[in-house]
């Protein structure tokens, strides 16, 4: 089922320009192609929500790429792409740039401040698995 995700990507990628959807495919195929995540292409999928945002600007898709940022510039540099985008694109409502961001401090250390964005993930959930998991994250982070 993969390799044939990925000839598809490969296909909607080969031709001239790529609209957004053979974009979100590509990134998708980068996933799926990466034996581990530690191998992952994060630069690729850099360039590849760079091209992405231009055709789509999207705050999900944008905080998306600040997570890919963390990968290739450390955590650090994607934490501060992601407070700029949840600034500008008002994404205090959205309970995953506060899971995102959660994650992102907790890869710096910053345990109890981690923890407080857990907290505020799971009280912008609006469907109960997702906050008992962002909860459960609060109390053991």
């Given at each position: 089922m993969t390799a044939t995700g990925?000839?598809?990507?490969?296909?909607?990628?080969?031709?001239g320009r790529r609209g957004p959807l053979a974009l979100q495919a590509a990134i998708a195929a980068e996933h799926a192609r990466a034996s581990t995540f530690t191998v992952t292409d994060?630069?690729?999928?850099?360039?590849?929500?760079?091209?992405?945002?231009?055709?789509?600007?999207s705050p999900t898709l944008a905080l998306g790429r600040c997570l890919a940022v963390s990968y290739v510039d450390g955590?650090?540099?994607?934490?501060?792409?992601?407070?700029?985008?949840?600034?500008?694109s008002r994404l205090?409502?959205?309970c995953y740039s506060h899971a995102a961001r959660a994650q992102l401090l907790q890869r710096l250390g910053?345990?109890?401040?981690?923890?407080?964005a857990w907290v505020r993930a799971a009280s912008t959930s609006r469907a109960d698995a997702e906050r008992r998991y962002f909860q459960s994250r609060a109390s053991r982070d």
């Open positions: 990925l000839r598809c990507s490969d296909f909607a990628n080969s031709g994060w630069p690729r999928i850099v360039r590849l929500y760079d091209e992405l945002l231009v055709q789509e600007p955590p650090a540099a994607g934490l501060a792409d992601l407070d700029e985008v949840i600034a500008v205090e409502g959205y910053q345990s109890h401040d981690a923890r407080r």
